[in-house]
């Protein structure tokens, strides 16, 4: 929960980064998260996240992105660890772990930096279905609320006696059926009434609804694509074509 | 009973929620915890079962630090009914519901069964009891939060809104079981912004704002502080604005807010 909290929940914020286009913010994101794929080498995974981190301090979001960085090392060690299993290549494994750090951090600095309205612009502008967007826009912005849901009904559980954090692996997860019951039951029956809502506000009612917010990219935001587009092609260029360098 | 010495709490968020409050409750009071929405009353009550641990001071339930023990512990002295009873009901039948946390704290199987159906007799579910507890109204859900706690007989019984979804008979009933706690020597302690269910039952009130207790004593003398209750956004019972508005008038023939109601309870009898 935590992780997700930290890693993926937008908090308002007033650093350049967060001021940027969402599409700029968009563009960045999926640069990054194809220069992860593209580097060879742990050393060039490393330049990667220390791009990542400078770009998480400008933003602001550095603390945040620490943090998911350590959550995330606790999966990434999992998959050092299968792999090493596997292949027996330890420089190999240490570079899936580190890339999967980075590829958990490039979608969060878009995330945490970028609302739930300016997200619902980005899926406008490939066309996606208005539901589909809806939908999605929705549940990311009911994240937190169900959050908050788990800690109350984890809270009124406890005062009736239940105990979480004893027992065997099997109790535990037994023990999560008070909690998990109730939060889906809710997220139904709010889900349920968010609809009828809606409806009763005219969602739906004509095909193409206007819109509150229209972006158009402004010079900041053609510079920093710009910058990203020139600086993901010399990545990509010396990732391929300048011998990787390689710890002894 | 319970007793809060300068307690502080401040949430993740940095918002403090609590701030330096010193309040003692003894064995079989009964308070009522009045205040603006986030004036902190819930997270007093959280504290009582140790859902909350205090950032500085401490809270004491029968000698016992609350930071020393569990909340499962702590909950087998303290029966906490939370505000919206969807936050607790999962079983598949209401009998079940109510025997969820008997079973926690290890009850022999007759006795569970023996306070399941003194439960739903009591607050009027019995005919439900192999319903599913999610198809029950609002208020018959809050009703059934109130008998599962009542279950197990706790010593002190807290109340985070009971009214609220509540009809008028059902709140009859509700300050009934609250008088009868009372009779039991139990502790009850009750938040809630219905003024007028409140003022009837006569409890002490402590009155909070941002975080502190900023009143505290009986209902009658806090009731008619107007200026602490304004302030803390919280409404005076009608029958104690009536009280005070004749008060103003020479001749007024009663002495005690009491009086006005007993005399306003005749004048409406048929």
């Known amino acids: 929960m935590m992780w997700l909290s930290g890693g993926f929940i937008f908090r308002r914020g007033d650093s350049f980064y967060h001021r940027l286009d969402p599409r700029a913010k968009l563009l960045n994101s999926v640069l990054m998260f194809v220069t992860t794929l593209l580097a060879r080498s742990i050393f060039e995974m490393v330049l990667v996240i220390v791009f990542m981190v400078g770009l998480s301090a400008a933003a602001t979001v550095l603390k945040r992105v620490a943090r998911t960085m350590a959550f995330t090392a606790l999966f990434s060690g999992f998959i050092f660890v299968v792999n090493v299993l596997f292949t027996r290549d330890l420089e190999t494994s240490v570079l899936y772990a580190i890339r999967f750090i980075a590829i958990v951090v490039s979608t969060s600095i878009f995330f945490i930096t970028t609302s739930p309205d300016e997200l619902e612009q980005v899926m406008k502008m490939f066309r996606l279905p208005r539901d589909v967007v809806f939908a999605f826009v929705t549940a990311v912005r009911f994240i937190p609320v169900m959050m908050l849901d788990t800690i109350q009904i984890m809270d009124a559980q406890k005062s009736r006696g239940l105990e979480l954090e004893k027992g065997n692996l099997i109790r535990r997860v037994r023990n999560m059926i008070p909690i998990l019951i109730p939060l889906v039951v809710n997220s139904v029956v709010r889900s349920g009434e968010l609809a009828e809502a809606m409806e009763a506000r005219a969602y739906g009612a004509v095909p193409r609804p206007t819109s509150l917010l229209v972006y158009r990219a402004r010079r900041a935001d053609v510079g920093v694509v710009c910058a990203a587009v020139v600086l993901f092609a010399i990545a990509a260029y010396s990732f391929y074509f300048v011998v990787p360098v390689r710890f002894p | ?270």
């Not at chain 2, 009522?32 to 504290?47: F, Q, S, Y």
Request: aromatic share 6%; net charge negative.
């Open chain 2, 1 to 270: 009973m319970i007793e809060f010495r300068d307690v502080s709490f401040v949430h993740q968020n940095g918002v403090r929620a609590l701030d330096g409050v010193s309040l003692r409750v003894e064995a079989g009071e009964f308070v009522a915890l009045v205040g603006e929405n986030g004036a902190g009353k819930t997270t007093l009550v959280k504290h009582v079962t140790g859902l909350l641990k205090p950032v500085s001071g401490s809270v004491l339930v029968d000698g016992v630090d609350t930071r020393e023990a569990s909340t499962a512990q702590l909950s087998r002295k303290v029966g906490v009914a939370f505000q919206n009873p969807d936050h607790q009901l999962f079983s598949e039948t209401v009998e079940e519901e109510m025997s969820f946390a008997l079973r926690n704290f290890g009850f022999p199987p007759e006795l569970v069964r023996d306070r399941v159906s003194w439960g739903l007799e009591l607050f009027g579910l019995g005919e439900y009891r192999r319903s599913s507890p999610l198809i029950l109204s609002g208020g018959e859900k809050k009703r059934l939060t109130l008998a599962c706690i009542l279950a197990w007989d706790p010593q002190v019984v807290m109340l985070d809104e009971p009214t609220v979804g509540q009809d008028a008979i059902q709140k009859e009933k509700l300050a009934g079981t609250i008088q009868m706690l009372k009779s039991a020597g139990k502790t009850v302690v009750v938040v809630s912004h219905d003024i007028e269910f409140l003022w009837p039952i006569q409890p002490r009130v402590v009155v909070m704002k941002g975080g502190r207790v900023v009143g505290d004593g009986p209902a009658t003398a806090i009731m008619q502080d107007r200026d602490l209750l304004g302030s803390a956004r919280v409404a005076q019972p009608q029958l104690v604005e009536f009280y005070q508005e004749l008060h103003r008038r020479p001749g007024t023939p009663f002495v005690h807010p009491l009086d006005a109601a007993r005399w306003a309870e005749e004048a409406m009898r048929p």
